[in-house]
C-alpha cells in the first residue's frame, strides 16, 4: 500500500464475478479519488447493479480486489464495510416501512454515534440522534412528513428517504444505485439538488441510466459494458469516445444509415 | 368533531395510562374477590408477562418462535430448585426475588440456546426453535434431576425467607407479587421499545438487509433480543413456580408455546398492549370456556385461523381500527353495518357450533347416551334430524354471513377513504 | 452381525417414511415458499382415514382414497385460507399452517377421541419377508420401502417428464413469467399443495397401521421432518433424503444401543463412579437419549454448518 493509494476512495483491481458458470463481471477495473463525483453508466444488464454489491459486500467477488482507502473489503460482511465509511443506496426502495421518516433516519445515525447494541439508554434523551437526525429530515425535504410511517410515503418520498438514510451516518464513501429511478423531470431535477447537496465534500459513486443527471452531476463517468469497464473520462470525453457511442448506439455506419 | 393528534395525546395520556394501569392492578381484587378470581388473575398476570416477553421476538423484532416456552418453563425449573435449596438451607434469597432468578436463569438459557438459533432467521428460524423446544422437552426425562421425571419439581411456597407479615399463602398475597412483577416487568420491556437496541431491533424487523447497510450486525442484534426476552420469559416462570409449586416438563412443551404464540398474535402483536389482552383472553378461556364447551381449543384454533386471514393485527388492532372511527366522527356510519354481520353471522354460528357439540357428544358420550343438550335444546344424536337442522342452519348461516360480511365491507371501506380524505387534507 | 442388518433395513424403512414426508414438505417450501406446518397433520388424516375406510372398504382401496381424500382436504385449504393470506408475508403464512395444525389436532381428536384407533396392518401383508439368522424382517416394513421407492419415483418422472412438472418447476423461480405465459399459477401452486398433502396422507396410510395411530403422532413426526429439512439444507431434495435416512439410522440404531461413555471409559480401564465429575452426563445411555439425538445433530449442524448438507437457499 503506498501512498496514492489512500488518495483513492474506491478501486476495483482486475474484479470478476461469476454466478454459477455465467459471467457477470469481466475484469473491472476502477479508481474513484477522493472527493469525486463519480458516476457508472451502461447499457441494461451490464452489470452495474453487481459492481455495487460487489463494493457494498452484498456480493462476494469470484477474483479481484476491492480497496475502501486502500483497505481490502475481501471477505467483509456489508455491516463490516457500512462500519469503515461507505454507505450505499438501493435501486429499488429499502426503508423500514413501519417506522417513521423520522424513527428511520434515527436508526441510520445510531451506530456511527456510537450508542451500538445499548439498551439501557433512552432513545429520546440521546441529543446528537436526535439533533442530527432532524438535520436530515430537514435536508431531503421531509419536515412536514416527519412522522409519518415510511411505508405511506409517495415514491418520489420515499426515494428521498432511501437518500437519507443512506447519508445520515456520515459516510464519507457514498454509493447512490439508480437514486432517480422512476422519478419525473421535476423530481430529478430536486433529487439532483438533493444528491450535491448531502454529497458536498464526500466521495459519490453513483449508477444512473438518466443522462441529464450523470451529465449534470459527475466530475467523472466510467462505462461499463458486458461487465467491463470501457472508458473512464470526463463527461465530455465520454460524450466523445466513439466506443462508448457504438455500445449505445450501434456502430457508425448504422447510424448512417 | 375534533381529533386528538398523536403528539397531544402523547405526554398527559401517558401518566394517565400508566397510572390507570397500576390503579387497576391494585384495585382488582377488591372487585374480583373470590377464590377463583384470584386464581384467575394470578395467571393473568403471569403469563401477560410471558406474552409480553414473547412479543419482544415477535412483533418487536420480527422473530417467529415455537419454542418459547424453554425459556419460561427453564427459569421456572431454575427458580423451583432456588426456592428448595432455600428451605433447604443452602441459599438464601427473600421469595420475592426469586422470579428475579427465574429471570437470570431465563437469561441464561437464551445465551446458550439464543446463539444456536439466531444463526438463522426467518422461516429457519421459527423451525430451529421447534427442535430446540423439542431437545429440552425430550431431555426432560433424561436428566430427572434437574427436571423431576414425570412429575416435576414441588416446592412449598409458604417455606421460604419471607418479609415479616408475608407467608404466601393466602392466594390474594400471591396475586400482588405477581401484579408488582407485572408492573416491573411492562415498565422495563415499554422502556426497552424505547432504546437504541430496541429500534434497531424494529428495523431488523422491516428490513433486516437495510439494517446491515447502515452499520448493524443483524444475528447480534437477535442474539441480544432473545436474551433479553428469555430473562422476562425466566421471571413468568418463576412466578408460576410460586403460584402452582410445581414445574413439569410440560412447562417446557410445545403445548405451551403454541399457546404464548396463539393468545399473543390474538391479543395483537403489533402493539405493545396486544399481548396483555391476550393474556386477559387467555384466561378467560381456560376458566370460563372450558366450562362451557368441550370443544373450547378446537374454537380457539378456527378463531385464531379466522384472525391470521381478517384481522392479522389482533385483537388490539381491531380496537386501534375502530378507536379510529371514533376519533374521526364516523361512528354512526358502521353502528347499524355492525349490527347487521352480527346479525348474519348468528345462524352460522349457532349451526357450526351446535354440529361441533353433537359430534362431541357422539364420539365421547355413547356410554352416557346419545341424548346432549345445545344452547338448551334437546337433542338425540342418534337421529338424524338434529344433524339435518344443524348442518341446514350452518349452510343457511354461510349464506347470510357472506351477504352481512359483503354489506359490512363496503360501508368499512367507505369510511376508511374519508378517514384517509381527512388526513390528507390535514397533512397538506 | 444380524443386529445390525436388521437394524440397518428397519432404519432405512423409518428414513424412507421420514422422506416420503419431508419430500413433500420441501416441495411445496421450494415451489411456495410455504413452511407447511400442518404437514405431520396430514400424515396423521391420511393415518385416519385409511383407518376408516380399510374398516368399511378394506386396506387397498383405502391406500388409494384416503391419500386422495387428504389431497383435497390440502387443496381446499390452499384455495380458500392460505391463498388470502400470501400477501400478509411469510410469517403470517406460517402462522396459518400453524393454525391449521392446531385446528386438524382438535377435529381429528373431537371426531375419533383421544387414544389410539385400532389401524392395523391387512392380513396379507403381515407376517415377514424374510429371515435373518433368528430375526426376523417384517414384510410390511419391506411393502413400505417399496411405497416409498415407487412415490419418490413417480414424483421424479413426474416433474421431468411431464408437461405440468415442468410449469412446476418453471413456477418454482419465475411464477410471474409463468403467469405471464398463459400458465394458471394459482392453478398450479393449488395443485402443488394438494399434491404434497396428499403425498403426506399416503405416508400416514402406511405409515399409522405400522406405528400406532393416534393424535399425538402428528406431534411425534411433525418435529422430527422440520430437523430434516433444516439439516438437509432447505429446499434441497437430496439434502432431505440424506437426512432422512441419517436421523432413521441414527435413531433405530440408538434405541437399541446400550453403549455410554462410562461404560466405553470403564472398557478402557478407567473406572468411573458416582463420585466422578459428570456422573449423571457419562452414565447416560445411547438409548436413553435416543429421542433427543435427531434434535442434538440439528444444533451440530447449525453451529457446523448452518446451511445445511447441501442447503441451496440461503434466507
Same mark, same amino acid.
Given at each position: 500500500?503506498?501512498?496514492?493509494?489512500?488518495?483513492?476512495?474506491?478501486?476495483?483491481?482486475?474484479?470478476?464475478?461469476?454466478?454459477?458458470?455465467?459471467?457477470?463481471?469481466?475484469?473491472?477495473?476502477?479508481?474513484?479519488?477522493?472527493?469525486?463525483?463519480?458516476?457508472?453508466?451502461?447499457?441494461?444488464?451490464?452489470?452495474?447493479?453487481?459492481?455495487?454489491?460487489?463494493?457494498?459486500?452484498?456480493?462476494?467477488?469470484?477474483?479481484?480486489?476491492?480497496?475502501?482507502?486502500?483497505?481490502?473489503?475481501?471477505?467483509?460482511?456489508?455491516?463490516? @464495510?457500512?462500519?469503515?465509511?461507505?454507505?450505499?443506496?438501493?435501486?429499488?426502495?429499502?426503508?423500514?416501512?413501519?417506522?417513521?421518516?423520522?424513527?428511520?433516519?434515527?436508526?441510520?445515525?445510531?451506530?456511527?454515534?456510537?450508542?451500538?447494541?445499548?439498551?439501557?439508554?433512552?432513545?429520546?434523551?440521546?441529543?446528537?440522534?436526535?439533533?442530527?437526525?432532524?438535520?436530515?429530515?430537514?435536508? @431531503?425535504?421531509?419536515?412536514?412528513?416527519?412522522?409519518?410511517?415510511?411505508?405511506?410515503?409517495?415514491?418520489?418520498?420515499?426515494?428521498?428517504?432511501?437518500?437519507? @438514510? !443512506?447519508?445520515?451516518?456520515?459516510?464519507?464513501?457514498?454509493?447512490?444505485?439508480?437514486?432517480?429511478?422512476?422519478?419525473?423531470?421535476?423530481?430529478?431535477?430536486?433529487?439532483?439538488?438533493? @444528491?450535491?447537496?448531502? !454529497?458536498?465534500?464526500?466521495?459519490?459513486?453513483?449508477?444512473?441510466?438518466?443522462?441529464?443527471?450523470?451529465?449534470?452531476?459527475?466530475?467523472?463517468?466510467?462505462?461499463?459494458?458486458?461487465?467491463?469497464?470501457?472508458? !473512464?473520462?470526463?463527461?465530455?470525453?465520454?460524450?466523445?469516445?466513439?466506443?462508448?457511442?457504438?455500445?449505445?448506439?450501434?456502430?457508425?455506419?448504422?447510424?448512417?444509415? | 368533531?375534533?381529533?386528538?393528534?398523536?403528539?397531544?395525546?402523547?405526554?398527559?395520556?401517558?401518566?394517565?395510562?400508566?397510572?390507570?394501569?397500576?390503579?387497576?392492578?391494585?384495585?382488582?381484587?377488591?372487585?374480583?374477590?373470590?377464590?377463583?378470581?384470584?386464581? $384467575?388473575?394470578?395467571?393473568?398476570?403471569?403469563?401477560?408477562?410471558?406474552?409480553?416477553?414473547?412479543?419482544?421476538?415477535?412483533?418487536?423484532?420480527?422473530?417467529?418462535?415455537?419454542?418459547?416456552?424453554?425459556?419460561?418453563?427453564?427459569?421456572?425449573?431454575?427458580?423451583?430448585?432456588?426456592?428448595?435449596? $432455600?428451605?433447604?438451607?443452602?441459599?438464601?434469597?427473600?421469595?420475592?426475588?426469586?422470579?428475579?432468578?427465574?429471570?437470570?436463569?431465563?437469561?441464561?438459557?437464551?445465551?446458550?440456546?439464543?446463539?444456536?438459533?439466531?444463526?438463522?432467521?426467518?422461516?429457519?428460524?421459527?423451525?430451529?426453535?421447534?427442535?430446540?423446544?423439542?431437545?429440552?422437552?425430550?431431555?426432560?426425562?433424561?436428566?430427572?434431576?434437574?427436571?423431576?421425571?414425570?412429575?416435576?419439581?414441588?416446592?412449598?411456597?409458604?417455606?421460604?425467607?419471607?418479609?415479616?407479615?408475608?407467608?404466601?399463602?393466602?392466594?390474594?398475597?400471591?396475586?400482588?407479587?405477581?401484579?408488582?412483577?407485572?408492573?416491573?416487568?411492562?415498565?422495563?420491556?415499554?422502556?426497552?421499545?424505547?432504546?437504541?437496541?430496541?429500534?434497531?431491533?424494529?428495523?431488523?424487523?422491516?428490513?433486516?438487509?437495510?439494517?446491515?447497510?447502515?452499520?448493524?450486525?443483524?444475528?447480534?442484534?437477535?442474539?441480544? $433480543?432473545?436474551?433479553?426476552?428469555?430473562?422476562?420469559?425466566?421471571?413468568?416462570?418463576?412466578?408460576?413456580?410460586?403460584?402452582?409449586?410445581?414445574?413439569?416438563?410440560?412447562?417446557?412443551?410445545?403445548?405451551?408455546?403454541?399457546?404464548?404464540?396463539?393468545?399473543?398474535?390474538?391479543?395483537?402483536?403489533?402493539?405493545?398492549?396486544?399481548?396483555?389482552?391476550?393474556?386477559?383472553?387467555?384466561?378467560?378461556?381456560?376458566?370460563?370456556?372450558?366450562?362451557?364447551?368441550?370443544?373450547?381449543?378446537?374454537?380457539?384454533?378456527?378463531?385464531?385461523?379466522?384472525?391470521?386471514?381478517?384481522?392479522?393485527?389482533?385483537?388490539?388492532?381491531?380496537?386501534?381500527?375502530?378507536?379510529?372511527?371514533?376519533?374521526?366522527?364516523?361512528?354512526?356510519?358502521?353502528?347499524?353495518?355492525?349490527?347487521?354481520?352480527?346479525?348474519?353471522?348468528?345462524?352460522?354460528?349457532?349451526?357450526?357450533?351446535?354440529?361441533?357439540?353433537?359430534?362431541?357428544?357422539?364420539?365421547?358420550? $355413547?356410554?352416557?347416551?346419545?341424548?346432549?343438550?345445545?344452547?338448551?335444546?334437546?337433542?338425540?344424536?342418534?337421529?338424524?334430524?338434529?344433524?339435518?337442522?344443524?348442518?341446514?342452519?350452518?349452510?343457511?348461516?354461510?349464506?347470510?354471513?357472506?351477504?352481512?360480511?359483503?354489506?359490512?365491507?363496503?360501508?368499512?371501506?367507505?369510511?376508511?377513504?374519508?378517514?384517509?380524505?381527512?388526513?390528507?387534507?390535514?397533512?397538506? | 452381525?444380524?443386529?445390525?442388518?436388521?437394524?440397518?433395513?428397519?432404519?432405512?424403512?423409518?428414513?424412507?417414511?421420514?422422506?416420503?414426508?419431508?419430500?413433500?414438505?420441501?416441495?411445496?417450501?421450494?415451489?411456495?415458499?410455504?413452511?407447511?406446518?400442518?404437514?405431520?397433520?396430514?400424515?396423521?388424516?391420511?393415518?385416519?382415514?385409511?383407518?376408516?375406510?380399510?374398516?368399511?372398504?378394506?386396506?387397498?382401496?383405502?391406500?388409494?382414497?384416503?391419500?386422495?381424500?387428504?389431497?383435497?382436504?390440502?387443496?381446499?385449504?390452499?384455495?380458500?385460507?392460505? /391463498?388470502?393470506?400470501?400477501?400478509?408475508?411469510?410469517?403470517?403464512?406460517?402462522?396459518?399452517?400453524?393454525?391449521?395444525?392446531?385446528?386438524?389436532?382438535?377435529?381429528?381428536?373431537?371426531?375419533?377421541?383421544?387414544?389410539?384407533?385400532?389401524?392395523?396392518?391387512?392380513?396379507?401383508?403381515?407376517?415377514?419377508?424374510?429371515?435373518?439368522?433368528?430375526?426376523?424382517? %417384517?414384510?410390511? /416394513?419391506?411393502?413400505?420401502?417399496?411405497?416409498?421407492?415407487?412415490?419418490?419415483?413417480?414424483?421424479?418422472?413426474?416433474?421431468?417428464?411431464?408437461?405440468?412438472?415442468?410449469?412446476?418447476?418453471?413456477?418454482?423461480?419465475?411464477?410471474?413469467?409463468?403467469?405471464?405465459?398463459?400458465?394458471?399459477? %394459482?392453478?398450479?401452486?393449488?395443485?402443488?399443495?394438494?399434491?404434497?398433502?396428499?403425498?403426506?396422507?399416503?405416508?400416514?396410510?402406511?405409515?399409522?397401521?405400522?406405528?400406532?395411530? /393416534?393424535?399425538?403422532?402428528?406431534?411425534?413426526?411433525?418435529?422430527?421432518?422440520?430437523?430434516?429439512?433444516?439439516?438437509?439444507?432447505?429446499?434441497?431434495?437430496?439434502?432431505?433424503?440424506?437426512?432422512?435416512?441419517?436421523?432413521?439410522?441414527?435413531?433405530?440404531?440408538?434405541?437399541?444401543?446400550?453403549?455410554?461413555?462410562?461404560?466405553?471409559?470403564?472398557?478402557?480401564?478407567?473406572?468411573?463412579?458416582?463420585?466422578?465429575?459428570?456422573?449423571?452426563?457419562?452414565?447416560?445411555?445411547?438409548?436413553?437419549?435416543?429421542?433427543?439425538?435427531?434434535?442434538?445433530?440439528?444444533?451440530?449442524?447449525?453451529?457446523? /454448518?448452518?446451511?445445511?448438507?447441501?442447503?441451496?437457499?440461503?434466507?
Amino acid at each position: 500500500m503506498n501512498a496514492l493509494d489512500v488518495q483513492n476512495a474506491v478501486e476495483l483491481r482486475a474484479v470478476r464475478k461469476n454466478f454459477g458458470k455465467t459471467e457477470i463481471i469481466r475484469c473491472a477495473d476502477l479508481v474513484v479519488p477522493k472527493g469525486q463525483r463519480f458516476a457508472i453508466i451502461g447499457p441494461n444488464g451490464a452489470g452495474k447493479s453487481t459492481l455495487f454489491n460487489l463494493i457494498s459486500g452484498r456480493f462476494e467477488p469470484t477474483s479481484g480486489d476491492i480497496l475502501l482507502n486502500g483497505r481490502s473489503l475481501i471477505g467483509l460482511k456489508p455491516y463490516q @464495510i457500512n462500519r469503515l465509511g461507505l454507505a450505499r443506496s438501493f435501486q429499488i426502495t429499502n426503508i423500514f416501512a413501519r417506522l417513521s421518516v423520522f424513527e428511520n433516519i434515527r436508526c441510520a445515525v445510531l451506530w456511527s454515534l456510537g450508542y451500538k447494541y445499548a439498551f439501557w439508554r433512552s432513545l429520546d434523551r440521546l441529543k446528537d440522534a436526535r439533533l442530527r437526525a432532524e438535520e436530515v429530515v430537514e435536508q @431531503i425535504g421531509l419536515k412536514r412528513r416527519r412522522d409519518s410511517p415510511a411505508g405511506l410515503l409517495t415514491y418520489a418520498e420515499q426515494r428521498a428517504l432511501e437518500i437519507g @438514510i !443512506t447519508v445520515a451516518g456520515g459516510a464519507e464513501v457514498i454509493l447512490l444505485d439508480e437514486p432517480t429511478a422512476g422519478m419525473s423531470r421535476s423530481e430529478s431535477e430536486q433529487a439532483v439538488e438533493l @444528491i450535491r447537496t448531502v !454529497t458536498h465534500g464526500k466521495t459519490l459513486l453513483m449508477v444512473e441510466h438518466d443522462m441529464s443527471v450523470v451529465f449534470g452531476l459527475a466530475d467523472q463517468i466510467s462505462v461499463v459494458v458486458y461487465g467491463e469497464v470501457i472508458a !473512464t473520462d470526463s463527461p465530455a470525453g465520454i460524450r466523445a469516445n466513439l466506443r462508448v457511442q457504438e455500445a449505445y448506439l450501434g456502430t457508425a455506419q448504422e447510424l448512417q444509415r | 368533531m375534533s381529533f386528538l393528534t398523536h403528539s397531544r395525546l402523547h405526554v398527559s395520556g401517558a401518566w394517565l395510562i400508566w397510572g390507570t394501569y397500576i390503579a387497576v392492578l391494585i384495585v382488582a381484587p377488591w372487585v374480583f374477590h373470590s377464590n377463583l378470581a384470584l386464581t $384467575v388473575l394470578s395467571q393473568i398476570g403471569a403469563f401477560a408477562i410471558a406474552t409480553l416477553s414473547y412479543n419482544m421476538l415477535l412483533g418487536q423484532s420480527g422473530m417467529l418462535s415455537f419454542g418459547h416456552a424453554v425459556y419460561i418453563g427453564l427459569g421456572g425449573f431454575i427458580a423451583i430448585h432456588t426456592m428448595n435449596l $432455600v428451605v433447604a438451607g443452602k441459599f438464601w434469597i427473600p421469595t420475592s426475588l426469586i422470579p428475579l432468578v427465574g429471570g437470570l436463569g431465563g437469561a441464561f438459557f437464551g445465551v446458550v440456546f439464543g446463539y444456536v438459533t439466531t444463526k438463522r432467521s426467518g422461516t429457519t428460524f421459527a423451525m430451529i426453535t421447534l427442535g430446540i423446544g423439542e431437545l429440552v422437552a425430550s431431555s426432560a426425562l433424561t436428566f430427572p434431576g434437574f427436571f423431576g421425571g414425570e412429575a416435576g419439581i414441588t416446592t412449598d411456597r409458604t417455606l421460604g425467607v419471607k418479609i415479616p407479615g408475608i407467608t404466601y399463602g393466602p392466594q390474594i398475597q400471591v396475586y400482588y407479587l405477581i401484579a408488582f412483577w407485572l408492573l416491573i416487568c411492562t415498565a422495563g420491556m415499554y422502556a426497552f421499545t424505547r432504546t437504541p437496541l430496541g429500534r434497531i431491533a424494529n428495523a431488523v424487523r422491516d428490513n433486516p438487509e437495510r439494517a446491515q447497510f447502515i452499520g448493524y450486525n443483524t444475528q447480534i442484534v437477535r442474539f441480544l $433480543v432473545v436474551i433479553i426476552a428469555g430473562f422476562f420469559a425466566g421471571i413468568s416462570g418463576g412466578l408460576s413456580a410460586i403460584n402452582f409449586e410445581i414445574v413439569s416438563s410440560e412447562n417446557v412443551g410445545a403445548a405451551v408455546s403454541g399457546l404464548v404464540l396463539l393468545f399473543t398474535f390474538l391479543g395483537g402483536a403489533g402493539t405493545f398492549v396486544g399481548p396483555i389482552i391476550g393474556a386477559v383472553v387467555y384466561a378467560l378461556s381456560y376458566v370460563l370456556l372450558s366450562n362451557i364447551t368441550n370443544a373450547w381449543l378446537l374454537y380457539l384454533g378456527l378463531i385464531f385461523l379466522i384472525m391470521v386471514m381478517y384481522a392479522p393485527g389482533g385483537i388490539s388492532s381491531l380496537l386501534q381500527m375502530n378507536l379510529r372511527v371514533v376519533r374521526f366522527g364516523q361512528w354512526h356510519r358502521l353502528r347499524l353495518a355492525y349490527l347487521v354481520l352480527f346479525t348474519a353471522a348468528l345462524p352460522l354460528f349457532f349451526g357450526v357450533t351446535t354440529l361441533i357439540e353433537m359430534i362431541y357428544a357422539l364420539q365421547l358420550d $355413547v356410554g352416557n347416551g346419545t341424548v346432549t343438550h345445545v344452547y338448551g335444546i334437546e337433542l338425540d344424536v342418534a337421529h338424524a334430524v338434529p344433524w339435518m337442522s344443524a348442518a341446514g342452519v350452518a349452510i343457511l348461516g354461510a349464506f347470510t354471513a357472506f351477504q352481512g360480511a359483503r354489506y359490512f365491507k363496503v360501508r368499512w371501506d367507505s369510511v376508511q377513504r374519508d378517514i384517509a380524505l381527512s388526513m390528507a387534507k390535514a397533512a397538506a | 452381525m444380524e443386529f445390525f442388518l436388521i437394524s440397518l433395513l428397519n432404519g432405512l424403512s423409518y428414513g424412507l417414511l421420514l422422506f416420503m414426508l419431508s419430500s413433500g414438505l420441501t416441495l411445496i417450501f421450494s415451489m411456495m415458499g410455504v413452511l407447511n406446518f400442518a404437514h405431520a397433520s396430514f400424515y396423521m388424516l391420511g393415518a385416519y382415514f385409511a383407518y376408516e375406510v380399510s374398516g368399511k372398504l378394506g386396506f387397498w382401496p383405502a391406500l388409494f382414497i384416503a391419500p386422495c381424500l387428504v389431497g383435497l382436504a390440502g387443496a381446499l385449504f390452499e384455495a380458500q385460507v392460505l /391463498r388470502r393470506v400470501h400477501r400478509f408475508g411469510h410469517v403470517p403464512e406460517l402462522l396459518v399452517t400453524f393454525g391449521l395444525a392446531f385446528v386438524l389436532l382438535e377435529a381429528v381428536q373431537l371426531v375419533w377421541g383421544r387414544s389410539a384407533v385400532d389401524y392395523r396392518i391387512p392380513r396379507e401383508l403381515a407376517g415377514s419377508l424374510f429371515t435373518l439368522y433368528t430375526t426376523t424382517f %417384517p414384510t410390511y /416394513r419391506g411393502f413400505m420401502m417399496l411405497v416409498a421407492v415407487l412415490m419418490l419415483i413417480g414424483i421424479y418422472l413426474a416433474l421431468t417428464r411431464t408437461r405440468i412438472g415442468l410449469v412446476i418447476q418453471a413456477a418454482l423461480t419465475h411464477p410471474d413469467m409463468v403467469e405471464a405465459l398463459g400458465h394458471n399459477v %394459482p392453478r398450479v401452486f393449488m395443485l402443488v399443495f394438494g399434491g404434497g398433502a396428499a403425498l403426506a396422507g399416503l405416508a400416514g396410510v402406511i405409515g399409522g397401521n405400522e406405528f400406532v395411530t /393416534r393424535p399425538a403422532m402428528a406431534d411425534a413426526v411433525g418435529n422430527i421432518i422440520f430437523v430434516v429439512v433444516v439439516v438437509g439444507g432447505m429446499g434441497s431434495l437430496g439434502g432431505a433424503f440424506i437426512a432422512s435416512i441419517l436421523i432413521g439410522l441414527i435413531q433405530t440404531f440408538a434405541v437399541s444401543l446400550d453403549w455410554s461413555f462410562a461404560g466405553t471409559l470403564a472398557s478402557l480401564g478407567i473406572a468411573v463412579t458416582p463420585a466422578t465429575f459428570g456422573y449423571p452426563v457419562l452414565k447416560l445411555t445411547l438409548s436413553q437419549i435416543a429421542p433427543m439425538l435427531p434434535y442434538l445433530l440439528l444444533v451440530l449442524i447449525l453451529i457446523f /454448518r448452518p446451511k445445511g448438507l447441501m442447503g441451496t437457499r440461503e434466507d
